[in-house]
């Protein structure tokens, strides 16, 4: 394990480069690359495979919907084989039906190809968020978890424009074998350096479903759809947002999307920093309250083009600050179901990636401006933070469970 000694207020503490998170880092990547590259190759697949936009965007439902139904399904029947096999297998289902993407030959084919990458997707997630707490010290769960999607936000940051410009310069079926490429790598690293770690015999599906009847649970789930969703609101239209409002030009929308992806991942680790630090509660209300005051900075101020810019890559900061804390607060409410709480949690993300690019299109259509969308964000982020505050009161003094502290088997290895 590597670390970096950093001085801060006279104090020192450790920030570990730990080879062992590596993998789960490029497994999340990987995911990052495939989910989010689709979206500006859909007129290159819509006119290689002879079909219409809007039947081109039906990949990216099937890939959502693959997420939703594959989470909970494929979390619930290997909760009893071991974490390092299971995420080997996750990767090795989303390596090859990403690589069939690239030589699907009809739209038809394509579609299925596109929900069996799915799959794997939220399930991978769970599996490795309950595994980066399990390596981390005590006190470090946040931050691990955060090192974990520093893959995924790298993904919006570097991969995404350069699989973009790779597709649109030569042909789109490079970019999911790039993805496959990708995903060779995870599964050589899980491999190699991934922990072996115990396992939970006595467990089944029906067991791993019990968090669902607790309270505490659809709580965080809750602030997850809702809370989260606003900053969909404002993603989900950034491109006519920026050029209409902002009046950034197209061709360099490119550059605005890397300032946001730039923002995710400073969000991501920083989010994991206060988490450990704060407390999980603390830090969800804490940044869901800043989003609001963003979001509601983006609907006043969004005219401006450097206000506009700086509260880009702020959103951007804010939109991968929650992972971490958010998803402890999660295994905190499910102790002895864990890696399904965090699959769980997968789906409600993608909930309120869908909900809040719902939601945000409704002014639109009543012809309002592209800034409007965020106002919608505002109110989402607002009910979100009132229920966070509202588990923070009743929940926020609670200890993890036991179980959450159960060491890794081979962490010396």
């Not at 480069?17 to 495939?34: E, F, S």
């Not at 997420?67 to 390596?95: D, E, N, R």
């Not at 669902?212 to 900053?231: N, S």
Request: aromatic share 12%.
């Amino acid at each position: 394990m590597l670390v970096v000694t950093v001085s801060l207020h006279k104090k020192e503490f450790k920030m570990g480069i730990d080879k062992r998170i590596i993998p789960l880092a490029i497994g999340g990547l990987g995911i990052g690359t495939t989910e989010f590259t689709v979206m500006g190759l859909l007129p290159d697949i819509a006119k290689s495979l002879q079909i219409s936009i809007p039947e081109a965007g039906h990949l990216i439902s099937a890939y959502a919907l693959g997420v939703v139904i594959g989470a909970p399904l494929l979390i619930g029947y290997s909760v009893k084989f071991a974490p390092k096999k299971v995420l080997i297998a996750l990767m090795m289902i989303f390596t090859i039906f990403n690589a069939l993407s690239a030589i699907a030959p009809d739209y038809t084919l394509m579609l299925v190809i596109r929900f069996l990458s799915g799959l794997p997707h939220g399930a991978f997630f769970g599996v490795g968020t309950v595994v980066a707490a399990r390596m981390a010290g005590k006190g470090k769960e946040a931050f691990y978890i955060s090192l974990m999607f520093t893959g995924l936000t790298i993904a919006n940051l570097a991969m995404v424009p350069l699989v973009t410009y790779i597709g649109h310069t030569f042909h789109w079926r490079w970019y999911f074998a790039i993805v496959g490429v990708i995903g060779l790598f995870a599964l050589l690293f899980l491999k190699l350096w991934l922990p072996a770690m115990e396992t939970n015999q006595d467990t089944h599906f029906m067991e791993e479903l019990k968090f669902l009847k607790k309270k505490q649970a659809w709580l965080v789930l809750m602030i997850t759809a809702i809370g989260f969703g606003g900053l969909f609101t404002w993603f989900s239209y950034i491109t006519p947002l920026m050029t209409v409002v902002s009046g950034i030009k197209e061709s360099h929308m490119a550059y605005v999307m890397i300032l946001a992806g730039a923002g995710m991942v400073v969000g991501n680790l920083v989010g994991g920093y206060l988490s450990d630090r704060l407390s999980p509660e603390k830090t969800c209300a804490l940044l869901l309250f800043l989003m609001m005051i963003s979001l509601t900075g983006v609907f006043l101020l969004s005219e401006y083009q450097n206000v506009s810019l700086t509260l880009t890559f702020i959103c951007g900061a804010l939109s991968m600050s929650v992972a971490a804390p958010i998803n402890i607060m999660m295994m905190k409410a499910a102790p002895k179901s864990e890696m399904m709480a965090a699959a769980f949690m997968q789906a409600a993300f993608n909930i309120a990636n869908a909900m809040g690019a719902f939601l945000g299109g409704i002014p639109l259509e009543k012809g309002y401006s592209y800034n409007y969308p965020s106002l919608v964000g505002v109110v989402m982020t607002f009910i979100g933070l009132i229920i966070a505050v509202r588990y923070k009161y009743v929940y926020g003094s609670q200890s993890p469970d036991e179980n959450m502290d159960v060491e890794c088997v081979t962490c010396d290895k």
